[in-house]
């Protein structure tokens, strides 16, 4: 962390009191094991009776894909709503533990778990949630209802059983679900594969939230500090529009886009810092706002703010599940001073992705 940014000790004895009030990080796992549960209870007791409940939807998300030539990665949805095929096609992908070729996420997420347990870094696992499992409706008018079974079924299973392992999971899905509908500004961008400023920052706060709740916490945070935002637009193609046949892409204009940059104390723009106690790994969900359009807007700028402290960001675009691999190349001081990995990826790359998911070795 950088020098100089220390607590005095009624700060710091401030700051372990407020922790105190926070739940104890077993608290979140155990709420998560619960929701789960109860989910699959209402869903009729079995991850196959809660398939049957949204087969409806499964069906009209199999006969939108099979509309298009496999090659054409663009599919178009309601109101406006453009969808990536491979987001879609994890929703309907069964059991995503029955994957072979080394497709199956749980061994490889697991191992890297143990690594970091045994060198005493925590792992948060965070799955960011397709377009189409917060807006299902965007894809057939048979999507139930925001308050009924989420649509992905065996993507809450794979969180349940990594979690029986001792994987923590941070579950974005239902805080998304219980927002999306609340203001003016778009949740997920309508033309684009990836989330919107609102939908990030909200994730921060999740993360953020599930952070603060070490017992290290307070100690990490030598001194909070006070970041600012400013507000700025964005115009942004889409990037799904460009997997579209091209007599089609000009009917969908760029996207005016709301950000919010943060700012240093100093009004210079947020920088990621490698000596931070807090890594996130990330894939292009990391990457958009924070280097792509607006820049200095996008996932670890909103967790350093909500956090207090900078947080480091390994990069890795399209890289989701091997993204640990640029950990591993950082060398024998790849965790030097760490005290959790946050490991963000898009649901899609649960199903099918384009390589096996390989057991890492962290030097």
């Keep these: 962390?950088?020098?100089?940014?220390?607590?005095?000790?009624?700060?710091?004895?401030?700051?372990?009191?407020?922790?105190?009030?926070?739940?104890?990080?077993?608290?979140?796992?155990?709420?998560?094991?619960?929701?789960?549960?109860?989910?699959?209870?209402?869903?009729?007791g079995s991850w196959e009776a809660w398939e049957r409940q949204v087969a409806p939807f499964h069906a009209a998300v199999r006969e939108l894909l099979a509309s298009r030539p496999q090659e054409i990665a663009g599919l178009v949805g309601l109101d406006g709503f453009l969808f990536?095929?491979?987001?879609l096609e994890v929703l309907v992908a069964g059991d995503l533990r029955?994957?072979?070729?080394?497709?199956?996420?749980?061994?490889?997420?697991?191992?890297?778990?143990?690594?970091?347990?045994?060198?005493?870094?925590?792992?948060?696992?965070?799955?960011?949630?397709?377009?189409?499992?917060?807006?299902?409706?965007?894809?057939?008018?048979?999507?139930?209802?925001?308050?009924?079974p989420p649509v992905n079924p065996w993507t809450r299973k794979l969180m349940l059983e990594l979690a029986e392992s001792g994987v923590e999971c941070v579950d974005l899905l239902p805080h998304?679900?219980?927002?999306?509908?609340?203001?003016?500004?778009?949740?997920?961008?309508?033309?684009?594969?990836?989330?919107?400023?609102?939908?990030?920052?909200?994730?921060?706060?999740?993360i953020a939230e599930r952070v603060k709740a070490y017992p290290w916490f307070a100690q990490a945070c030598e001194r909070p500090v006070r970041y600012t935002t400013k507000g700025v637009t964005t115009r942004r193609r889409g990037d799904i529009v460009r997997m579209l046949p091209e007599p089609e892409?000009?009917?969908?204009?760029?996207?005016?886009?709301?950000?919010?940059?943060?700012?240093?104390?100093?009004g210079s723009f947020y920088k990621d810092d490698e000596s931070s106690p807090v890594v996130l790994l990330g894939d292009s969900y990391a990457g958009v706002f924070h280097l792509e359009d607006c820049q200095h807007a996008g996932l670890t700028?909103?967790?350093?703010?909500?956090?207090g402290f900078p947080v480091d960001l390994i990069l890795g675009q399209g890289m989701g599940p091997q993204v640990r691999v640029k950990l591993a190349r950082r060398g024998p001081g790849a965790l030097k001073g760490k005290r959790v990995v946050i490991w963000t990826l898009s649901e899609r790359d649960l199903f099918n992705y384009r390589s096996p998911w390989e057991l890492i070795p962290i030097p």
């Design 84 to 87: 990536f095929r491979r987001s």
């Design 98 to 148: 029955a994957q072979k070729d080394g497709r199956d996420p749980y061994p490889a997420i697991v191992d890297f778990h143990r690594q970091l347990r045994d060198r005493g870094v925590e792992l948060l696992f965070c799955p960011i949630p397709v377009k189409a499992a917060v807006f299902p409706e965007k894809v057939s008018a048979t999507a139930p209802s925001v308050s009924g």
């Design 176 to 206: 998304f679900l219980a927002e999306r509908d609340k203001g003016p500004e778009s949740f997920y961008m309508p033309l684009d594969t990836h989330w919107s400023n609102r939908a990030l920052r909200l994730a921060a706060r999740v």
């Design 249 to 266: 892409r000009v009917k969908y204009p760029p996207m005016d886009l709301e950000a919010e940059q943060v700012l240093e104390p100093d």
């Design 1 to 44: 962390m950088t020098p100089g940014r220390c607590l005095s000790i009624g700060v710091l004895l401030a700051a372990l009191a407020g922790c105190s009030a926070r739940p104890a990080p077993r608290d979140f796992m155990k709420e998560n094991v619960e929701r789960w549960r109860l989910e699959l209870a209402r869903a009729g």
């Design 301 to 307: 700028a909103h967790l350093a703010r909500e956090l």
